[in-house]
């Protein structure tokens, strides 16, 4: 059974480190990109990135580029979205799925969301 | 960035209706678009691929269709689990970008 399992909520305070998690299992990771979704509260969706975990090349949207980094690292089957600085604004439910590189807009598996909340 | 633009923003419908929602890219992005479902508290869920291709396991009441910069996503027969919000996402240009969304409510 194909799954994307995320890490649990976090609350942090502003300027703090994060990194959440989506670790794949069912099928081989490497073959299908993982894109990573926010959702700010009461709001629409917003790709941040997508990521190719058999070589860790990532493309950002330039709205997200130098604030998150998106990693991965194929030896645990997890991609990985993290920020060096947060701001309240970072604020939100983050979504990531699995791309099929061989037939365009094949979202077909999500994980459950990790909600990010960024408070003093 | 190509934006897309989704209408309408919501709309209200009974059961049984045909509904249809409308997403407009600001260039030709092919076929290159998909549609999800959102329902409150739950992760997106693909309903239809490359504009027309409909996800295995979602029921055929549920279709898609356009190329270039307009596309149409069509409820025939609403049922009333298909109150939701719905989004449209292009895949043809980086960055990737998704409409503004479609709230379905009960009329």
């Given at each position: 059974?194909v799954?994307?399992?995320?890490s649990?909520?976090?609350?942090k305070k502003?300027?703090e480190s994060?990194?959440?998690?989506?670790?794949?299992?069912?099928?081989?990771?490497t073959?299908?990109w993982i894109?990573?979704?926010?959702q700010?509260?009461?709001?629409?969706?917003?790709?941040l990135?997508?990521?190719d975990?058999s070589?860790s090349?990532?493309?950002?949207?330039?709205?997200?580029?130098?604030?998150v980094?998106i990693?991965s690292?194929?030896?645990?089957?997890t991609a990985?979205?993290?920020w060096?600085s947060?701001k309240?604004?970072?604020t939100?439910?983050?979504?990531c799925a699995r791309?099929?590189i061989g037939?365009?807009?094949?979202f077909d598996f999500?994980g459950?969301?990790?909600?990010?909340?960024?408070?003093? | 960035?190509?934006q897309?633009?989704?209408s309408?923003?919501?709309?209200s419908?009974?059961?049984?209706?045909?509904?249809?929602?409308?997403?407009?890219?600001?260039?030709?992005?092919?076929d290159?678009?998909a549609?999800?479902?959102?329902?409150?508290?739950k992760?997106p869920?693909?309903?239809?691929y490359?504009?027309?291709s409909?996800?295995s396991?979602?029921?055929s009441?549920?279709s898609?269709s356009?190329?270039?910069t307009d596309?149409?996503?069509t409820?025939?027969g609403?049922?009333p689990e298909?109150f939701?919000?719905?989004h449209?996402?292009?895949d043809?240009?980086?960055?990737?970008t998704f409409g503004q969304g479609?709230?379905?409510?009960?009329?």
């Amino acid at each position: 059974e194909v799954q994307l399992v995320q890490s649990g909520a976090e609350m942090k305070k502003p300027g703090e480190s994060l990194r959440i998690s989506c670790k794949g299992s069912g099928y081989s990771f490497t073959n299908y990109w993982i894109i990573w979704v926010r959702q700010m509260p009461g709001k629409g969706l917003e790709w941040l990135g997508r990521i190719d975990p058999s070589d860790s090349f990532a493309n950002y949207s330039p709205s997200f580029r130098g604030h998150v980094t998106i990693s991965s690292d194929k030896s645990i089957d997890t991609a990985f979205l993290q920020w060096s600085s947060l701001k309240a604004s970072d604020t939100a439910m983050y979504y990531c799925a699995r791309y099929d590189i061989g037939k365009a807009g094949l979202f077909d598996f999500w994980g459950q969301g990790t909600l990010v909340t960024v408070s003093s | 960035a190509i934006q897309m633009t989704q209408s309408p923003s919501s709309l209200s419908a009974s059961v049984g209706d045909r509904v249809t929602i409308s997403c407009r890219a600001s260039q030709d992005i092919r076929d290159d678009l998909a549609w999800f479902q959102q329902k409150p508290g739950k992760a997106p869920k693909l309903l239809i691929y490359a504009a027309s291709s409909l996800q295995s396991g979602v029921p055929s009441r549920f279709s898609g269709s356009g190329s270039g910069t307009d596309f149409t996503l069509t409820i025939t027969g609403l049922q009333p689990e298909d109150f939701a919000t719905y989004h449209c996402l292009q895949d043809y240009d980086y960055p990737w970008t998704f409409g503004q969304g479609t709230q379905v409510e009960i009329q």
